[in-house]
Structures are given as structure tokens and as C-alpha cells.
């Protein structure tokens, strides 16, 4: 082995066992006595007259048995806490949020892979989005029935890979130390980190990954990460003992032999296997370039766009039709820039006639001459309605080449300058649809107390309100409406009072028949959830309803059974975040 035959008699032991307690992650400091490691070391030190090699080989022999005996400890451990810690990993209490711990229990498996995947169809709004992460990452049981505990993992794993929230990732890894029971969530997020060039991002939380790690590509991270902090002795004893386990990876080998600098030169193949391959690759060859394909992975794209790797567009000729094609996937994949691709497309020369008449004579053009010719006539006209009309059939034509995302951002640009009053009736949907309003606006409450559900009674959802307070408050408002004839309840007001009721605030009898409740307008299938204390499912399904839409753009309808339904899961915590979101007028 390479690197045991530079260590000397004296330190040997002292340096194995070290690196041993440093095997589950690369930056655990704290020695870990599971093995009787200091037996083992008096018995090295007494062997005073065996030679250099015998004491090597004991010592290899060791580690092969430790680390065989560490394994099966690890999945001992495991099969033990299994029902008793995993099936309560989250972030979250359950009563900050006004649930149970048994908020899955009584969940049918069967009904919730239905729910998940419906939802999984959406790009959740941000209030759907919250209320799931609170759902998912509650401590609680998992459920039991008609469902395993992978696949409820996997619905958790692939929810939080699709909310891309990395901090709460590497919270909810960290803190609950289940890496072995993510590896797909763990890879995605050191893989996301690399492909954005931030190795340093990728390699750090490994340092706080205490379990030993299962899964091979992360196993390879870590020791590349090992190298990249200089620990070369640990790494190699690491690849060591991963090759006396069976270990084979040809093109790994090369490139870390290469950081470890047994070889002068690594080999030039570039493997898209993974992000990690392709790092390596780039990384051992100083002289590195690599000309990206339509197929390349998406993560492999954007590793050559934030290491600077990409060809310029600017370079290419407008002839060269196949790589401005290519960067038009990479444009939607965003991983190009769209003003740069547009700002290519006015390089193309198109005479009067063809301008003249843009709306057919891009038909007889190749894709990429017919979108730059409709985009320069766009460029050209002032008229709102035009504008429009070209507008709409350069972003049909992206989209019938699956690349609609490629004129998002300049689209929502130009629709910018147009007034809303100046939008025909039959482009309004497609303004409204693609109009982005990226200004951040903090609005503010205006209280208007001659409607009940904007006055000033609504600070109670702050928690401003005792319940005293709020009850005396109340009587006198609701008076005040009993004597106005004009005066009728909305639905909101009615969610307002229903809301009040469901926390205990007593409302006098003599108000009663101000309004009424209709029962019919809450979902069966939701009511029945809630009485058979099927909680998670209800979340669920609220989610479900939420789906892609903000709270305040739905109906009030709608929004009241949303409410009633978080009155009767005592979910106060979510319902007053949204009930100040729909209840208030902001301006």
C-alpha cells in the first residue's frame, strides 16, 4: 500500500486508529470507542520485535475486521431504532403547529399515494408549498396501512427535491441524521452545490454526516473531499479498504491517483455519468474543453456555465444552426442567458417583404430564422395589439419545440410595456398568464371598520387580542350590524366569526340568526377524514385544493372550507397566516 509504507514503527497504530474513527465523516473529531481500540493498540505496542511488514499487515487485517464488524453493528443499530427514531424524523414539533404525533396514523397508504401524486402534478403556490413542508416534516409516526416506510420516505425525498429549499435539506439531514435513508436527497443537494461550482458548499456537509455512509457516490464524494482538504493520508487509506471490499471504478481511480499525485498525467476521458465524474475530469486536465450536446444533462450545463466553460454565442455563426439549436435547449434549461440568445437572433438579415409580412413569412423559414425574423418585427412595432400578436406566436413556436421556458423572461419583459388597458379581450389571458410582477411590495393593512371582516378585530389572528378583549370588541360590532337592515354578512365575515367561535371566543345568542352555516359546502370526502382523525390525509387535501394558486386569488367558497377545515384540526398556526392573507384590505 502506498501510503503504509511511509509511516514509520512509532506512529502506525496511532494514525490507523485515528483514521478510523474519522471514516463516517471527514470531519468527526471525537474518538468513538465501539471497538476496544485501546487493547488493540497496547497489544501493537508490545510486539516490539516483529518486523515493520508483520506489523502493517496485522494492522490492514484489523481495519478489514473493524470496519466489517462496524457494518454490521450499523445495520443492527439500525434494525433496532428503525420503528422507534426514523418513523419520527422531522424538523418540527407537532403541538407549534397545532398537531399530533399520530397525525398519520390513521391514514389509508393507498389514499395518500393518490394525494401525493395529484399534488405532485402542480408547482405548488407558496402556501400550499409551506403547509406540505409543515405536513412532511412534523415529527410523527409514518403511516402503516397499505403504505411502507420507503415509500413514504420517497414521497418526502422527492418533495423536498422539487422545493429545492437546500437549507431546509441539509437541516432536515443533519438534524435528524438520516442520510442512509436519503441518499437521493443527499446526492441531489452535494450535486446541485457542485454543478454550481461551489465545491466548498458540496464537501461541507459531509463534515456533519456522523453515520457511517452507505451509498457509493456519496462514499466517492467524500473521499474526493477528503483529498480537496488536503487529508491524502486519510483518503487513500480509505480508498484502500473501499478496494479491499470490492471496490472497482477505473476512471475514479485514475483521476484521484492523479490528485494524489502517483501519476503525472490523468487520462483525458470526460464521463457525463455523473457531476462528480465530470468535476474530476475538468479538474485533472489543465487543458480542459468540452462541447456540450442537447442531451447533456442538465446539471452538467450548468457546471459549464458557472465555471465559465461555454462557448460564447457571439463566436458562432448564424449558419451554424445545430449549436444555436442546442443553446436554445440550454437557454430554457437556464443555463443560458435569454438576452444574450435574443440579442443573437437580430444578427440575422431579413429583407423589407419578409418583415412586411413577419405573420407568414416565418413559415417558410427553418425554426431558428423564423423566431429571430418574428422577433425582430417585434422589436420594430409599437402597436399594442401586434405586439401582441407576435408576442403570442413567438412563444408558440417555443413551445412546440419544448422549449417554452426560452422566451420567459423577455416575454414578460415586453408585456411589461404594454397598459392593461390597452390588452384586447382575447390576448387578456395570455397577458395575465405570462406577465411577471417581480417587484417586491410590502403592503399594508387599511382598516375599515365598517366591514367586519377588514376592521381592526382581525389584529386577534396577530395574537394582539386577549380574549376578553376580543369577546367585547366583538359584541359591539356585531350590535352595530344588527341595527343596520343594509348591513349582510360576506363570506368572510362568515369565516371571520367561525374562526372566533372555533378558538372558544363566546358570541352572544342574540346574534345567532346574523347568519348560518351551510354544511353541504364542505367536502365529504375531507369531513370524513377530519372525524376519522386522519389529519395528515386532510393537510393533504387542502394542499390539493391550494395547488398552484395564492390563498387571496381563490373564492371565498373555497377558502371557507379550507378554513373550517383547519378549525376542526385545531391548526391554528397555519389558519391565522392565511386568514390574514384573505381577511384584511391591503393597499
Not at 115 to 132: H, M
Not at 271 to 291: G, M, Q, Y
Not at 456 to 468: E, M
Not at 545 to 563: C, S, W
Amino acid at each position: 500500500m502506498k501510503i503504509l509504507k511511509l509511516l514509520n514503527k512509532k506512529n502506525l497504530s496511532i494514525i490507523i486508529i485515528s483514521l478510523l474513527l474519522s471514516l463516517p465523516s471527514i470531519a468527526e473529531e471525537k474518538p468513538v470507542d465501539i471497538w476496544n481500540l485501546e487493547k488493540q493498540e497496547s497489544d501493537s505496542v508490545s510486539e516490539e520485535n516483529l518486523s515493520l511488514e508483520k506489523t502493517e499487515q496485522e494492522s490492514q487485517s484489523s481495519i478489514y475486521k473493524m470496519q466489517a464488524d462496524k457494518n454490521k453493528d450499523s445495520i443492527k443499530l439500525d434494525q433496532d431504532l428503525t420503528s422507534k427514531t426514523i418513523k419520527i424524523a422531522g424538523l418540527y414539533d407537532p403541538e407549534d403547529y397545532g398537531l399530533s404525533i399520530s397525525m398519520w396514523s390513521n391514514s389509508d397508504g393507498l389514499l395518500l399515494k393518490k394525494l401525493f401524486e395529484s399534488i405532485n402534478k402542480y408547482d405548488l403556490s407558496e402556501d400550499a408549498s409551506e403547509i406540505l413542508n409543515i405536513s412532511l416534516l412534523t415529527n410523527a409516526y409514518h403511516p402503516s396501512q397499505n403504505i411502507t416506510d420507503d415509500e413514504f420516505l420517497k414521497f418526502k425525498t422527492n418533495w423536498l427535491i422539487k422545493d429545492s429549499n437546500f437549507e431546509l435539506i441539509e437541516e432536515y439531514l443533519i438534524k435528524n441524521q438520516i442520510t442512509n435513508l436519503h441518499p437521493e436527497l443527499m446526492k441531489y443537494m452535494v450535486d446541485r452545490y457542485l454543478s454550481q461550482s461551489d465545491l466548498k458548499k458540496s464537501c461541507e456537509i459531509f463534515s456533519k454526516i456522523k453515520e457511517p455512509l452507505e451509498d457509493e457516490y456519496l462514499s466517492k464524494f467524500n473521499l474526493y473531499c477528503l483529498i480537496n482538504y488536503g487529508k491524502n493520508e486519510e483518503a487513500q487509506l480509505i480508498l484502500d479498504l473501499k478496494k479491499e471490499l470490492g471496490f472497482q471504478d477505473e476512471y475514479y481511480e485514475n483521476k484521484i491517483n492523479y490528485l494524489f499525485g502517483y501519476i503525472d498525467e490523468a487520462n483525458k476521458d470526460v464521463s457525463e455519468n455523473s457531476i462528480l465524474d465530470f468535476h474530476l475530469a475538468h479538474r485533472t486536465n489543465p487543458e480542459f474543453t468540452f462541447e456540450p450536446k442537447k442531451d447533456t444533462p442538465k446539471s452538467i450545463w450548468k457546471y459549464l456555465s458557472t465555471s465559465n466553460l461555454l462557448y460564447k454565442i457571439q463566436d458562432l455563426e448564424i449558419t451554424d444552426l445545430d449549436k444555436i439549436s442546442t443553446i436554445e435547449k440550454a437557454t430554457h434549461d437556464k443555463n443560458y442567458s435569454e438576452e444574450e440568445l435574443f440579442e443573437f437572433y437580430k444578427r440575422f438579415q431579413f429583407n423589407l417583404e419578409q418583415l412586411l409580412n413577419t405573420k407568414e413569412s416565418y413559415k417558410t423559414l427553418s425554426s431558428i430564422e423564423g423566431k429571430a425574423l418574428v422577433y425582430q418585427r417585434l422589436l420594430l412595432t409599437e402597436e399594442p395589439k401586434l405586439k401582441l400578436e407576435l408576442m403570442k406566436i413567438l412563444k408558440d413556436i417555443f413551445e412546440s419545440e419544448d422549449i417554452g421556458n426560452a422566451f420567459d423572461t423577455e416575454l414578460a419583459k415586453f408585456l411589461k410595456k404594454i397598459d392593461e388597458t390597452d390588452v384586447p379581450s382575447n390576448f387578456t389571458t395570455f397577458y395575465n398568464q405570462h406577465i411577471k410582477n417581480d417587484e417586491i411590495t410590502n403592503k399594508k393593512i387599511k382598516y375599515n371598520n365598517k366591514i367586519l371582516h377588514q376592521s381592526k378585530l382581525v389584529n386577534y389572528f396577530n395574537g394582539d387580542y386577549a380574549k376578553s378583549k376580543i369577546e367585547e370588541d366583538l359584541d359591539k360590532f356585531l350590535k352595530k350590524i344588527k341595527k343596520d337592515k343594509k348591513y349582510f354578512l360576506s363570506k368572510k365575515d362568515i369565516i371571520f366569526l367561525e374562526a372566533l367561535k372555533s378558538d372558544g371566543i363566546e358570541i352572544s345568542k342574540k346574534y345567532e340568526n346574523l347568519y348560518e352555516v351551510n354544511k353541504s359546502e364542505m367536502p365529504r370526502d375531507i369531513q370524513e377524514m377530519i372525524n376519522n382523525k386522519e389529519t395528515g390525509a386532510a393537510l393533504l387535501r387542502i394542499i390539493e385544493v391550494i395547488g398552484p394558486e395564492k390563498i387571496e386569488d381563490i373564492d371565498d367558497d373555497t377558502v371557507y372550507f379550507i378554513i373550517n377545515t383547519l378549525n376542526q384540526l385545531n391548526a391554528d398556526l397555519i389558519r391565522n397566516k392565511l386568514l390574514l392573507k384573505v381577511l384584511p384590505l391591503k393597499v
